[in-house]
């Protein structure tokens, strides 16, 4: 355990607890001064972004211009304000972390921390955080639990069992092995082991929270409904994939309580999580967040942007200005029976990504995950994936539900696609034990053909 670690986000959790009760005018405001230290910072220290906003340094942030994942890694050394890293050896820290093993929570040199994406929504993306910033990555997630209502200190260790992956370059793994101490006993099972053994591991842990992502709550949902699992957690928390209505309405019925849907990236941390209403508020005093359409013209507030821009507040080593996310999500009004003046966010609707381009009677039709979510949600038992190839769309159900059949599925996803204006795209079922999943072991709905 890094003492000196813990005690800092120990520091930052009390001081975020402190803005729970800001105004929006001081919300506005501490976003105003933190982005102006954060570009005085990017500009010292970045050839990229003096470059990059070159003639706008002293524009407002809307009129900068975005920076996407491939624009970050194709010039990361030059994006980097620390001259003594740099991109080739960040990727040998993690090659030799994933090859050879050893404790991501330790800081490598002793003073960096790293974590990779997949490359599933773009390139591969590597990010690195200096001390003062892991600090707030970790206060950030801690957050979630703050505003779930969950009690914990030296008396009452808060037992957290999380099913996501065990990927030790994957953030989730950094932030489990950099919190775990006596405070935070942490159970960390792999999503892909056969759900006998995550069964077992959690009767034997009884979690305190429950932490994965959905596509593995919902089959521990049917098994606590069915008897083998036998938990009872105070909050059970959906990160990393979309929870959907169906999927909540399922994680509710098996542990008496609405599961809380926490949103988060790799690049930016905690985003946003809901408070004890359910109403999920973003963290504005870390970051700010601009949904847009695909031409990065902002929507209007309850309209869903075809992608995202976020400026994440405290982010120095590397700094992410209008850097763009492909999640496409909405956001609403401020003002919540908790207290709390961070603005919300109503939707989250899955990324630019998983909107599949099929051929139709009039040219290409744009199908959004929604058209499968309307068929396959109560089909599936345990979750269900589209997955795109030359051939056609096949689909994977995990375990079928009372009266479906596959032939069923088949023609029903067949006539909502041609509802939809799909033509000549042949559609396959198929029942599987376990749905297909990404490097970190995801498993998104809709899985588009790679080109």
């Not at 005018?25 to 972004?49: C, K, M, W």
């Not at 995550?198 to 008897?227: C, D, I, K, M, W």
């Not at 939809?420 to 749905?435: F, I, K, R």
């Amino acid at each position: 355990m890094d003492v000196q670690l813990v005690a800092r986000v120990l520091f930052l959790r009390a001081a975020m607890r402190r803005r729970d009760r800001w105004s929006p005018a001081r919300i506005a405001a501490h976003q105003e001064r933190a982005l102006r230290q954060l570009r005085t910072a990017a500009y010292a220290g970045s050839g990229f972004y003096r470059r990059h906003h070159s003639g706008l340094h002293g524009a407002p942030l809307a009129q900068l211009p975005p920076v996407t994942k491939a624009d970050l890694m194709g010039h990361f050394d030059e994006a980097l304000t620390a001259r003594d890293l740099s991109l080739a050896e960040l990727e040998q820290r993690l090659r030799t972390l994933a090859s050879e093993g050893g404790d991501p929570g330790l800081p490598w040199r002793g003073r960096w921390w790293a974590a990779a994406t997949a490359g599933t929504a773009g390139p591969r993306g590597i990010f690195a955080w200096s001390r003062p910033e892991w600090a707030q990555v970790l206060a950030s997630y801690a957050r979630a639990n703050d505003w779930a209502g969950i009690a914990a200190g030296p008396t009452r260790p808060l037992k957290m069992a999380l099913v996501s992956s065990r990927v030790p370059t994957h953030q989730s793994a950094v932030v489990g092995a950099s919190l775990r101490s006596g405070l935070v006993p942490t159970l960390r099972l792999d999503v892909t082991a056969p759900l006998d053994e995550t069964v077992a591991a959690l009767n034997g842990f009884q979690p305190r929270v429950l932490v994965g992502y959905a596509s593995a709550l919902l089959p521990l949902a049917a098994e606590q409904l069915s008897g083998r699992l036998k938990i009872s957690p105070e909050a059970v928390m959906s990160a990393s994939e979309v929870l959907t209505p169906h999927a909540a309405q399922e994680l509710e019925q098996a542990w008496g309580s609405a599961p809380f849907d926490v949103y988060a990236a790799t690049e930016t941390a905690g985003i946003a999580s809901p408070c004890a209403y359910r109403n999920r508020h973003v963290y504005e005093d870390l970051l700010i967040i601009e949904p847009v359409d695909r031409e990065g013209v902002p929507v209007p507030p309850g309209t869903a942007g075809a992608k995202l821009l976020v400026t994440v507040l405290f982010s120095r080593t590397l700094p992410l200005i209008r850097y763009e996310l492909s999640d496409s999500v909405a956001l609403g009004q401020r003002g919540c029976p908790c207290g709390r003046s961070f603005i919300r966010m109503e939707d989250i609707e899955g990324r630019l990504e998983d909107v599949l381009e099929l051929p139709g009677r009039a040219g290409i039709v744009s199908i959004h995950p929604i058209v499968f979510h309307h068929v396959l949600d109560q089909a599936a038992a345990s979750g269900w994936q589209v997955v795109q190839e030359r051939s056609g769309l096949r689909v994977l159900i995990a375990g079928l539900a009372a009266g479906s059949t596959p032939a069923g599925i088949q023609e029903s996803v067949a006539g909502a696609l041609t509802a939809a204006g799909v033509t000549s795209t042949p559609v396959s079922v198929s029942v599987v034990d376990q749905l297909e999943r990404t490097p970190l072991g995801k498993a998104p709905f809709v899985r588009r053909l790679k080109r």
